[in-house]
C-alpha cells in the first residue's frame, strides 16, 4: 500500500488519503474549481507554516511557557519573473512575558522543520505509470 492514496472525487477536486484522513484539495472556481477546500500548493504552503508552528509550540511547552498568544503568521513573496516564489517570511508572535533569552532558541528550534530541511535539500522525484517502466525525472 502506498503511503498516500490520492482520489479523484469529481470536478477539480483531488483528496488524498493518509493514515487513516483525508487531505481534500479543490481549485478556485476562477480555476474551473468549486472553491471547497485549499488548493495543493496551498496545502504545501500550509505544511511550511504548521511544521514551523509545532516547533515553537515544542519549545515553548518543553520551556514550561504559557502559549496564550503564540501565533505564527506566514507570508510568501513570489519572483514574477519565474512565477515561483522566493522568499516564505515567518513571523512569530512570542506569548506575554515569553523570556528574551529564550528568542534565538525558539527561531533555531523553527529552523528544525523537517519541511523545510526538505526544501533545502529536495528529493529526487519518479513518475511512472502503471502501464510501463517508463520513467520521467522532475528535472525533465
Avoid: W
Avoid at 19 to 46: C, K, M, R, W, Y
Avoid at 49 to 76: E, N, P, R, W
Wanted: hydrophobic share 40%; proline share 6%; aromatic share 8%.
Amino acid at each position: 500500500m502506498a503511503y498516500i492514496e490520492v482520489n479523484f472525487p469529481g470536478g477539480k477536486r483531488v483528496d488524498a488519503a493518509i493514515n487513516g484522513h483525508v487531505v481534500a484539495t479543490d481549485q478556485p472556481i476562477n480555476s474551473g474549481g468549486e472553491g471547497s477546500a485549499p488548493t495543493p500548493f496551498d496545502l504545501f504552503l500550509s505544511s511550511i507554516a504548521t511544521c514551523a508552528g509545532i516547533y515553537a509550540l515544542g519549545f515553548c511547552q518543553s520551556k514550561g511557557i504559557d502559549t496564550t498568544g503564540l501565533s505564527l503568521a506566514m507570508d510568501v513573496r513570489k519572483n514574477p519573473e519565474v512565477g515561483l516564489i522566493d522568499l516564505v517570511d515567518l513571523k512569530l508572535t512570542l506569548p506575554e512575558g515569553f523570556p528574551k533569552k529564550y528568542e534565538a532558541a525558539i527561531i533555531n528550534s523553527m529552523n528544525l522543520c523537517a519541511v523545510k530541511k526538505h526544501m533545502m535539500n529536495p528529493p529526487e522525484f519518479n513518475i511512472v505509470t502503471n502501464s510501463s517502466d517508463f520513467v520521467v525525472a522532475a528535472s525533465e
